[in-house]
């Protein structure tokens, strides 16, 4: 599958962690408009690969406002 760019796309929040490709970087959106790289790796040994994204969203905690609850997950 091709993309004519690389802007994010939003992830379906049904989606597991072990869905996500080694090679792909995982973006979480928080309610500030705050665009943080996830750490895929560090989720599945802190939750398990079998995490669904959508029961991660509340778990992510933002760098920048200090606010928990990513509004989103993008690739
Ligand atoms: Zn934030």
């Known amino acids: ?35 943080a790289e996830v750490d895929i790796r560090r989720l599945k040994r802190k939750f398990g690969a079998d995490t669904v994204l959508r029961t991660l969203e509340p778990k992510l905690k933002c760098a920048k406002c200090g606010g928990s609850g990513a509004r989103h997950f993008s690739l």
């Not at 091709?2 to 792909?24: C, F, H, I, S, Y």
């Open 1 to 35: 599958m091709t993309r004519p760019d690389r802007k994010p796309e939003r992830v379906d929040p049904e989606e597991r962690l072990q869905d996500v490709a080694g090679w792909e970087i995982l973006f979480a959106l928080c309610k500030c408009e705050h665009f």
